[in-house]
């Protein structure tokens, strides 16, 4: 009688440490199957990385293809073409406007200019809350020559304060490359006719490129270039 007391009781501790066995089996699973999902998320979200870098490589490269092709109509905007010779961010009066707020999460203000990056250039800018801006009226355009799936729209800004001739200091300023001058006046000596800086080429352009992948993400490029 006493054996089977004992035999039982055994039995008993033995189911313990079984069900102990299955709760850590079971924990162990849990976490090896959570590993494998972040390691797969973390995998995807750099070979998306490496994807919109290539798109944004390849818009940007057909922004400037376009400014080239359209260098004698530099100084108006081309809205339709994504085009704008100004920043957008001064008044006509050269006073400070609203920022431009390319991304939508650069600017808290309530003013801000928004690019509008939808297919349809509806003006509605649903990436940003109804009333977090002023505007959505900056058109982007879409880069044709970007196969695959990604949605990829690039907006240019000149960097200068209004449209017009950007060689016009009187009327207009322009961000612009400087280069010492090899001539120029020895220090002290007052000589305007040698300047010590002077400008090599036309204004800097500023092209901003979005690429809309996969399980809506989103990446930004910022390509600044200057033509000589």
Known sequence: MKFQTSFRAQRGVSLIFALLALVALSLATLA???????????LGNIGFKQDATVAGDQAAREAIAWLKANAANLNTDAPASGYYAST???KADKTKDAPVDVTGQQQTVANRKLVDWSDGQDKKCPYAAAGTFGSCDLQS???ASVAGSN???YVIFRLCASAGNSNDDINNSCAQPLAGSTSASGRGLIDYSTPRFSTTGGPYYRIVVRVL???STTGFTE???NFY
């Open 32 to 42: 090896l199957v959570r590993s494998v999902d972040t390691g797969a998320l973390v």
């Open 88 to 90: 957008k961010e001064l």
């Open 141 to 143: 355009v879409k880069a």
């Open 151 to 153: 949605n990829v729209r």
């Open 213 to 215: 992948g996969a399980r």
């Open 223 to 225: 390509t600044i270039v």
